[in-house]
């Protein structure tokens, strides 16, 4: 069956610009989850959908936001992109929210210059 | 403030040699502890999830233990293969906290 699907792989962007980034979770999976990882400070948290609402959300600024679609699919927004924005991006599917054992996505890797 | 501590930061084995990869953590309230392996280029994939003190899991070569206040995932005979890096996240409440990783490279 069809994985985690993140569009695109690789992005890059001047400051100031906005992006959006795309994921397919596995067919059937209703839960997204983002995460952003760095060198520096591993995987961190940005925010989990489940029905098309926004469920939980990690400490990030308010120029990252997200949403789900009605086929579960989901999108996440960056705007006015700084230089530290630049990371790997990764989407995670699951059945239901609460069931950690994601499947993860390859991820999209921003840079922003 | 939940915490998950990884060590070494790196290690490099030679085939066949086993060792430990170490995840200590600082949370109130386990509700689970996960192990995942990332290669490069690639998003995380799941290994194995513990829920209470003295529990184990195995998994070919890998098996990950869980105390009160660390996990280990242990790696018997391991091969090239087995080289990724591996992560280890808590649950307290409704998120994952992750750790920084260890990178494992297994040279032939």
């Known amino acids: 069956k069809a994985g985690v699907t993140q569009t695109p792989r690789y992005l890059i962007k001047t400051r100031g610009q906005q992006v959006t980034l795309s994921c397919s979770p596995i067919?059937?999976?209703?839960?997204v989850s983002w995460y952003q990882q760095t060198p520096g400070q591993g995987l961190q948290f940005l925010f989990e959908?489940?029905?098309?609402?926004?469920?939980n959300k990690g400490n990030f600024p308010g120029r990252f936001s997200g949403r789900q679609f009605s086929n579960s699919r989901s999108e996440m927004n960056v705007s006015t992109l700084e230089l530290g924005d630049s990371a790997l991006y990764l989407c995670?599917?699951?059945?239901?929210?609460?069931?950690?054992?994601?499947?993860f996505g390859s991820g999209t890797r921003l840079t922003v210059v | 403030e939940d915490q998950v501590t990884q060590s070494p930061e790196a290690l490099r084995l030679q085939e066949g040699e086993s060792s430990s990869l170490n995840c200590s953590y600082t949370?109130?309230?386990?509700?689970?502890l996960f192990w995942y392996r990332q290669d490069p280029g690639k998003g995380p994939e799941f290994l194995f999830t513990?829920?209470?003190a003295g529990e184990e899991k195995e998994k070919e070569r890998l098996k990950a233990t869980l105390t009160k206040k660390e996990s280990f995932l242990h790696i018997t005979a391991p091969k090239p293969e087995d080289s990724a890096t591996y992560l280890c996240?808590?649950?307290?409440?409704?998120?994952?906290?992750f750790g920084k990783g260890t990178m494992l490279l297994v040279s032939p």
């Open positions: 995670a599917s699951s059945l239901i929210p609460g069931d950690y054992g994601y499947t």
């Open positions: 067919s059937g999976h209703r839960s």
């Open positions: 959908y489940f029905s098309e609402t926004q469920r």
């Open positions: 949370v109130s309230g386990l509700r689970g």
């Open positions: 513990l829920y209470s």
């Open positions: 996240a808590v649950q307290a409440d409704s998120t994952l906290t």
